[in-house]
Nanobody
Framework: QVQLVESGGGLVQTGGSLRLSCAAS????????TGWFRQAPGKEREFVAA????????LYADSAKGRFTISRDNAKNTVFLQMNSLKPEDTAVYYC?????????????????WGQGTQVTVSS
């Protein structure tokens, strides 16, 4: 089992920044991929970004490119999502998830473990 705990959410004004953290514990997989997803009220959950632990390969949703950066700290088993130039449409609950394989994808069905989420609210 893998336990994931997200932190770093909060309320920020348009144009502001937040850094989300996803700390993993338990049985972690060296080749796995950690992804960030988000779900806004009344909408389906959508992919944001992902990074592979072993090779560092990343993938971003179009909405995240140029504004968000995903990174990892292998020693701390933690993945970060640096979010800059935030917009009201970025308001959502943000979840991190782990895919045990080496693929770096946007399909949430490929992710095996999920955190509880952290709320991000961007005011206009």
């Amino acid at each position: 089992q893998v336990q994931l705990v997200e932190s770093g959410g909060g309320l920020v004004q348009t144009g502001g920044s937040l850094r989300l953290s996803c700390a993993a514990s338990g049985r972690t997989f060296g080749t796995s991929t950690t992804g960030w997803f988000r779900q806004a009220p009344g909408k389906e959950r959508e992919f944001v970004a992902a990074i592979n632990w072993m090779n560092g390969r990343t993938l971003y949703a179009d909405s995240a490119k140029g504004r968000f950066t995903i990174s990892r700290d292998n020693a701390k088993n933690t993945v970060f999502l640096q979010m800059n130039s935030l917009k009201p449409e970025d308001t959502a609950v943000y979840y991190c998830a782990v895919d045990r394989t080496i693929r770096v994808g946007a399909n949430e069905a490929d992710y095996d473990y999920w955190g509880q989420g952290t709320q991000v609210t961007v005011s206009s």
